[in-house]
C-alpha cells in the first residue's frame, strides 16, 4: 500500500510566522510531489510541485524535498489568516505501468490573527 | 479556458435512488479522475478513465459504482441504490497526456442522502 503521511494537525501559528507542514511517503519509487490547499467546502487548490532534492521557492511558499529520508515539507512565510485552510500533500508514482497520485489526509493550519 | 466542470455542485438523494455526477475536463486534457472525501478525511482515489476506457477502477467500490468517459461529452460518475454512507464530496481531476504537473480539480459534487 502505497501511502502519503501527514499530521492532520491542527496547527495553530500566529500571523506574521512561519508556518511549517510536513510530509512523509512510503514509495520510493514516487517521483514528484504536490502540495495543494483546501479552504473548508471547496475544491483543492494546486500550489506547489516539486521533483527535485532540495527547495523550491513560489512568493511566501517553499517546497523542500529529500528523496533519501522520503520526506516533503512546505513553509509558509509571513503568515497570513487567509492561510488558514487545510493543505494536502501528495506523491505521483509509476503504478500498473501509469502515473498515479495519491493524497494524505491532509494538515489543518491556523493562522491566528 | 473553462476549468474542470463538475456539475450538480449539490445533490440530494433518497436512500435507493440513483445518483448521476458529471464532469466535463479541462480543454486538452484527456485523462480524467474520481476522487471522493469524506467529512473530515482525505482524497480517496475512485477511478482514473481516459477516453472510452477505464484505465484503473482500483478504488472503487465492487456493487453499486459505475464510471465512463465516453467518445463525446462528460465523464459521469453513477451511483445506483444509494446508501447514508455514499453522502460525501466527489471531486472530478484531469490532466493532459504525459503531464508531470499535478492534476487540476473541479468545484466537486456534494451529494447528500436522506
Known amino acids: 500500500q502505497k501511502e502519503v503521511e501527514q499530521n492532520s494537525g491542527p496547527l495553530s501559528v500566529p500571523e506574521g510566522a512561519i508556518a511549517s507542514l510536513n510530509c512523509t511517503y512510503s514509495?520510493?519509487?514516487?517521483?514528484?510531489f504536490f502540495w495543494y490547499r483546501q479552504y473548508s467546502g471547496k475544491s483543492p487548490e494546486l500550489i506547489m510541485f516539486?521533483?527535485?532534492?532540495g527547495d523550491k521557492e513560489d512568493g511566501r511558499f517553499t517546497a523542500q524535498l529529500n528523496k533519501a529520508s522520503q520526506y516533503v515539507s512546505l513553509l509558509i512565510r509571513d503568515s497570513q489568516p487567509s492561510d488558514s485552510a487545510t493543505y494536502l500533500c501528495?506523491?505521483?508514482?509509476?503504478?500498473?505501468?501509469?502515473?498515479?497520485?495519491?493524497f494524505g489526509t491532509g494538515t489543518k493550519l491556523q493562522v491566528i490573527p | 479556458n473553462a476549468g474542470v466542470m463538475q456539475n450538480p455542485r449539490h445533490l440530494v438523494r433518497r436512500r435507493g435512488q440513483e445518483a448521476r455526477l458529471r464532469c466535463s475536463p479541462m480543454?486538452?486534457?484527456?485523462?480524467v479522475y474520481w476522487y471522493r472525501q469524506l467529512p473530515e478525511e482525505g482524497l480517496k482515489f475512485m477511478v482514473y478513465?481516459?477516453?472510452?476506457?477505464?484505465?484503473?477502477e482500483s478504488g472503487m467500490p465492487k456493487e453499486r459504482f459505475s464510471a465512463e468517459f465516453p467518445k463525446e461529452g462528460p465523464s459521469i460518475l453513477r451511483i445506483q441504490q444509494v446508501v447514508r454512507g455514499d453522502s460525501a464530496a466527489y471531486f472530478c481531476?484531469?490532466?493532459?497526456?504525459?503531464?508531470?504537473?499535478?492534476?487540476?480539480f473541479g468545484s466537486g459534487t456534494r451529494l447528500t442522502v436522506v
Open positions: 481531476a484531469s490532466s493532459p497526456l504525459g503531464s508531470v504537473r499535478g492534476y487540476t
Open positions: 514509495d520510493r519509487g514516487s517521483q514528484s
Open positions: 516539486i521533483y527535485s532534492n
Open positions: 501528495a506523491a505521483r508514482s509509476l503504478s500498473g505501468g501509469y502515473q498515479k497520485v495519491t
Open positions: 480543454k486538452g486534457h484527456s485523462h
Open positions: 478513465l481516459q477516453k472510452e476506457n477505464i484505465i484503473d
